[in-house]
């Protein structure tokens, strides 16, 4: 069965300085795989996916992610924290056996202290 | 583009009543819905899958009977709970999917409080 595992509940950063939220996934198969912001009382909003294109895939308001086959992760970054970067990010994969669907990571919360 | 609504934004019931929650692809034709519950501090978890005009999909240990899901169109997937009680507060969030876009696209969510 396909999943992934976010390796932390919490991270706090100063601003300024990088982020890093890891995320390994299990799949038998290439997968693909996603990153969700939210932000207090706000929806979900994609921030990048990858679908086996370019392994270094670029999202918004600065985020990256690196997918790595050989360590089956999928860790987003960004160079420089800001304080509206405080919320909750979720890994996600999609399955693709028998009819698909999207599985969420256990989240991680993201401080950020001036 | 691709905005997925979500009516109402809240709910108030009394222990015992049904709740209509609506999903709405505004923009797009949705082939799947997914409904998901988040409790306060934790992640989504899947409830179900349903594509339109067919009977919904439920993940393990979700009861059908509770909650009732009816995808009549491509734009409309509706999730009731009936019989409500106050374990089934939470955060009720749809998400409308189309097969050729890796990519759903989720409601705001549905804060549904038994009383």
């Known amino acids: 069965a396909q999943s992934v595992t976010q390796l932390d509940s919490h991270v706090s950063v100063s601003e300024g300085t990088p982020v890093l939220l890891r995320c390994n996934y299990s799949s038998s198969y290439s997968p693909s795989l996603f990153w969700y912001v939210q932000h207090p009382n706000k929806g979900l909003q994609l921030l990048l996916k990858?679908?086996?294109?370019?392994?270094l895939v670029k999202g918004i308001n600065g985020f990256e992610a690196e997918f790595k086959k050989s360590e089956t992760s999928f860790h987003l970054t960004k160079p420089s924290a800001h304080m509206s970067d405080a919320a909750e990010y979720f890994c996600v994969v999609k399955t693709t056996s028998g009819t698909y669907k999207y599985i969420f990571g256990t989240g991680t919360r993201l401080k950020v202290l001036a | 583009g691709a905005v997925v609504s979500q009516h109402p934004s809240w709910v108030i019931c009394k222990s015992g009543t049904s709740v209509k929650i609506e999903c709405r692809s505004l923009?797009?034709?949705?082939?799947?819905m997914f409904w998901y519950r988040q409790f306060p501090k934790q992640s989504l978890m899947l409830m179900a899958t349903s594509n339109e005009g067919s009977k919904a999909t439920y993940e393990q240990g979700v009861e059908k009977d509770k909650f009732l899901i009816n995808h009549a169109s491509l734009t409309l997937s509706t999730l009731t709970v009936t019989s409500a009680h106050p374990e089934d507060s939470s955060f009720y969030i749809c998400s409308a999917a189309v097969a050729a876009h890796n990519e759903q696209f989720f409601g705001p969510g549905t804060r549904l409080t038994v009383l």
């Open positions: 923009d797009f034709q949705a082939t799947t």
């Open positions: 990858y679908t086996s294109a370019a392994t």
